[in-house]
């Protein structure tokens, strides 16, 4: 079964409605505790998530021989919760109180290249994960501490487009300068807007592990983990055809910190991407064995 075929009901606009004033009601704390219970119930009655999960740590643990990683109940009950916790962490930094001293940068030369980058107004092309929470990057945005880009486009599924416009727009949540673009809709004109947002120093999102629903056809096979997996074709040929910086990322949470792991791609040759984009994967699912979000039958 293919993501795009699973109802994800964690994103839901009623639920991350719920979600928001629950958090603003009690607080983070409160909700993290709301959050296991969730993860609890989720995980006993949900059997294809269980089975999912197991397919995965079976094959990491074959692929690091690490006891820690082997495939038990424990170990994809951590997996659940780690992804319900994140969701909590994304409704802070959707109210602007993340505490920003809480994201450290693993390489702090690539930090201060990628400030500078956004200072000068360069382009950023960033090809993210389902793996850890990119989503805490946006505790950046207007902070002052911190140069500003002029646009931040974020590529989603049409559904969950409409859903996180839909989110944003009825609590009157600050936008920035933020544009989102369906990815089912990418086209010429899409990637000339894209190219005119980057030239102008913007930055955006783009995720490089989830495969084309509309066009299967356009899916590469890579290996991960000594498996098979599809990544598509699309968000590698962006960043060939439109040439600006471009970093692979990804934020992992560690005994409450969020680690922010850059790799900056100097080949932007399509299959050369993605073989760098696995290898890149492999390296943050040993860092964080548990923030590896892919709850559907990714492993082929």
Known sequence: MEWFNIKEKSAGEKRLLLSWYLYKLLGTKIVLTIAFFVALVTFLTNKDLRYYS?????????????????????????HVLSYATALVYKMEVFAGTYNINNIIFADKELEQKFFNQIKNK??????????????????????????????VSIFLQKEHCTIFNNFINSLEIKRENLKIYPIEEF??????????????????????????????EKNTEVKFLNKKIY??????????????????ISCLWNKGMYDVYLEEQTNLEISALQDNFANFLEKMVQKAPFQFYHFYDILL
């Open 54 to 78: 197991q397919k995965y740590f079976d094959a990491l643990y074959s692929f690091t021989k690490n006891k820690k990683h082997k495939p038990s109940l424990l170990n994809s009950f951590r």
């Open 187 to 216: 086209d010429v004109t899409t990637v000339s807007e894209l190219d005119d947002n980057l030239k102008n120093g913007g930055i955006a999102f783009i995720a490089g592990d989830r495969v084309s629903s509309h066009n299967p």
């Open 231 to 248: 990544l598509p074709m699309g968000s590698f040929k962006l960043a060939q055809v439109l040439n600006y910086k471009t970093y692979f």
């Open 122 to 151: 360069e382009g950023i092309l960033f090809i993210c994960s389902h793996i850890g929470n990119v989503n805490i990057m946006k505790a950046f945005l207007n902070n002052n501490t911190y140069p500003q880009p002029e646009t």
